[in-house]
């Protein structure tokens, strides 16, 4: 009996000082936790991993880190490595394979490591907005889920699927819709024609628009501005906003217009739009206007990063541009130079927005294939068209662009060179009569052209620039054309006097930069100015060649 007792003092003894059943449930729970924490950690861990995994970071043609991957559908997502919408695209990715969405210090060490990654291996890869040349063909991303693209060569055009070429697309970055075949050159400029000429578009300057929107989607610098004028009322920024729809939507149907013209503006719109728009602008300064050559052309806006001392953000800009304005908005020579002015007169019929947005949607694929199509015959007779010369410095891309169309729909060499022309003399004597600089100018030339003498060529340079005392000279050719040479300082004193402008060069060397300026509209009615050494490189006069019937 005394070993029972023992055994049951014993047990007595050991349930005494042991463990609460409580105690003992916490105990168990605070384990399980732990274990599901460290399982949680390490899944989050893997799912980061998987993430990360997924992504490639490369820079592109700017210098800036852009993140790239392959969605399921088979679309290539680009995004900006230092932007919200990549971070937002990790932590849902991490979220979506189980894991919790990491810290901000884990993500941002996660993206500086792909950074680095990437710049140690030297990634590179070329980003597009809407719009892509790759080899002999351009893309045109629809923008829908899956990743198709219109690619159009010399041989034809077709909807593909795409995941090579880099895409940007910003968050209103709207899908275009399937192109429908027109059936021909002549057939799409037809369509073109009538949607132009329905929207208010006179018909002398139909061709130069459709030119201009075809010339939109090349890459080489072919891009113009278009300025709609009118009155409110007239329609020309509902048919901006059209025009902007065929190639490059948005998901709300409008327009995203830029209120600044500068190219810092300019720049930041371009990485999420293929055309800009300014919209009810009223007439731009020389600066401004600059601006816009420069945005057509081709240039970068080039800034510190932000909290760095010596790194740089470089962003690129090639866009064709719209601005639309109740006058002329444009009106300095050299950027009228690459301006289309189209009028619009006030509609006499009314027809609401919703009818007006209606009648758009039902004809978009079809305007859009009809755009497609003439770019087709852009990029087969380009070429040919090319050799056959003749389309001048300044606009030589978009003349060529306008030649192709021409030629394609029946139209001989030279036609689309020849309205050209043909319009821009009609807007010089427009600018002329607004350019109290450019009157003064063929008032002086008129002036010396009186005396001008029989010759071939002009006189040695030593014997009007020097010892004569008026340093200009003047000779009629042959066939009845002028020859006049004259340095700066004599076109300045001639034209000081001739002055009825506040704005006014004040020196001789501010009177070339004003003629440099004005080369552009002198070259459209004729006159051909140019800057020349003569007798050394210290000694330059300008020298003037102008057909006979200039200035009579």
Known sequence: ?????????????????????????????????????????????KALRDAIGAVRVAFDQSGNARLLHVEDSGRLTVLGLESQAASDWIIARVVRNGGAAPSTSTLDGQMALLRNNARIQGDRVTVYV???????????????????AIVIGPDGWAVQ??????????????????????GGAYEAFAVLARWHRAAGVPREKVPAVIAAEVAALLPDGAAMILNFIGAAGSGKSTHAAQIVRTQDPVRTGRIPTIREVGIEHAAAAAQSSHW???????????????????????????????YT???????????????????????????????????????????????????????????LGAQCDLLVEVLRRLPDVRKQGGAGHR???????????????????????QYMAADRAAEAQELIEGDPFVRALLRVLKQWAAEA?????????????????????????????????????????EMLYASDARSWPTS??????????SAPVLESIGIAAELVPLGGDRNRAWVFAIPAEVLT
């Open 1 to 45: 009996m005394s070993a029972i007792a023992d055994a049951v003092a014993k047990a007595r003894t050991e349930l005494a000082v042991g463990k609460s059943v409580d105690e003992e449930l916490d105990d168990i729970s605070k384990k399980a936790e732990a274990q599901a924490a460290e399982a949680q950690k390490s899944k989050n861990a």
């Open 130 to 148: 809407r719009v892509a040349a790759v080899d002999d063909s351009i893309f045109l991303d629809i923008g829908d889920p899956e990743g198709r």
């Open 161 to 182: 699927h795409n995941s090579t070429v880099a895409f940007i697309r910003g968050p209103a970055y709207g899908e275009l819709p399937l192109p429908c075949r027109a």
């Open 276 to 306: 800009l728009v300014w919209d009810n602008m009223p007439v731009l300064g020389a600066d401004q206007q600059n601006t816009l050559c420069r945005v057509v052309s081709g240039t970068e806006d080039v800034k510190r990063r932000l």
């Open 309 to 367: 001392d010596g790194d740089v953000a470089r962003l690129a800009v090639q866009n064709p541009v719209i601005v639309t304005s109740i006058t002329p908005a444009i009106t300095a020579p050299d950027a009228a130079s690459r301006t289309i002015r189209v009028p619009f007169t006030r509609r006499r019929e009314f027809r609401s927005d919703t009818e007006v947005a209606a009648t758009f949607e039902a004809q978009r694929g079809e305007l």
């Open 395 to 417: 606009t030589a891309g978009f003349i060529q662009v306008g030649e192709c169309i021409t030629q394609a729909i029946g139209q001989p060499p030279g036609a689309f060179k």
């Open 453 to 493: 003498q029989p010759g071939d060529r002009l006189p040695p340079w030593n014997i009007w620039m020097r010892g004569t005392g008026q340093r200009w000279a003047a000779v009629r050719l042959p066939d009845g054309s002028l020859l006049i040479g004259a340095t700066s300082e004599a076109l300045y004193k």
């Open 508 to 517: 001789a060397r501010a009177t070339t930069a004003f003629l440099t300026h």
